[in-house]
Nanobody, 124 residues
């Protein structure tokens, strides 16, 4: 599985960004997909995950109500809509996949496939 994230940038606090992650392969609809982020000097942390069925979505408490994860299986793409951005959302954002038919997980080591990361900077 090859993943390519895009959509990062610089935005003022309160603004919005939409991240996208394009995946290779014909079986994208079987992949549970997630977003993680890593701020400078901090560990990589869970942001959001959508199960391969599309019926289960989970968010970190810090982004709940502001971020929305979605998937477009026809385009092999997962999105992260980020609204009401805060300076503490500044980080490199990574999309990740566990592979076919795996359930959700909040733990980075359980994701073998990663995109290259896209940087988000929120200015105050």
């Amino acid at each position: 599985v090859q993943l390519q994230a895009s959509g990062g940038g610089v935005v003022q606090a309160g603004g919005s960004l939409r991240l996208s992650c394009a995946a290779s392969g014909r079986t994208f609809n079987r992949y549970t997909m997630a977003w993680f982020r890593q701020a400078p000097g901090k560990e990589r942390e869970f942001v959001a995950v959508i199960r391969w069925t599309g019926s289960n979505l989970y968010y970190a408490d810090s982004v709940k109500g502001r971020f929305t994860i979605s998937r477009d299986n026809a385009k092999n793409t997962v999105h992260l809509q980020m609204n009401s951005l805060k300076p503490e959302d500044t980080a490199v954002y990574y999309c990740a996949s566990r592979g076919e038919y795996y359930g959700v997980s909040y733990s980075p080591p359980e994701y073998p496939y990663w995109g290259q990361g896209t940087e988000v900077t929120v200015s105050s």
